[in-house]
């Protein structure tokens, strides 16, 4: 599987800043059918090993989004823990207002260091058709570097 162009999952992950940390660079935003998810990369406490990452899903269409569900697989020599969303709903897009996320934190184990491979599928009923997408995000921040971030 590859990510498409047309995926909703931003490819990118950065880190969480500390103020003597410089900015990193942004990766592109990707979105489908309105749907428009983000990964954060947030330093683990005392383990080097563990990658958190924070999901953000935003709705940019003037429909509502319903029955939102992320899932995702890592390679067997890895552990992938997804925690609950923050909501299943988002309203529909209202460019005077700002717009509301549902976030979901996920957790990345990975004991040996290797080159991480996520696999993802993304269903949510837009209005009221269901759509569904698939792919695989590969861009990390190196294993060894986790520690750091």
């Known amino acids: 599987m590859s990510l498409a162009d047309d995926s909703p999952l931003l490819r990118s992950l950065s880190p969480v800043l500390t103020p003597s940390q410089p900015s990193p660079a942004k990766g592109p935003d990707i979105s489908l059918s309105s749907m428009k998810v983000s990964l954060e990369a947030i330093k683990p406490i005392d383990r080097p ?3 958190v990452m924070v999901a953000s899903m935003l709705n940019t269409a003037p429909l509502p989004v319903s ?7 890592v390679p067997k020599s890895m552990k ?3 925690q609950p969303p923050s909501g299943t709903e988002l ?3 209202n460019p005077m207002l700002p717009p509301a996320a549902i976030t979901q934190v996920i957790l990345l184990a990975n004991p040996l260091k290797e080159k991480v491979r996520m696999r993802y599928k993304l269903a949510f009923t837009l209005g009221e058709q269901p759509c569904t997408d698939v792919g695989e995000v590969e861009q990390f921040p190196p294993a060894e570097e986790w520690g750091a971030l």
């Not at 029955?67 to 697989?73: D, F, G």
């Open 49 to 51: 090993d563990v990658l």
């Open 67 to 73: 029955n939102i569900v992320l899932q995702a697989a």
């Open 80 to 82: 992938l823990r997804l």
């Open 91 to 93: 309203a529909a897009f």
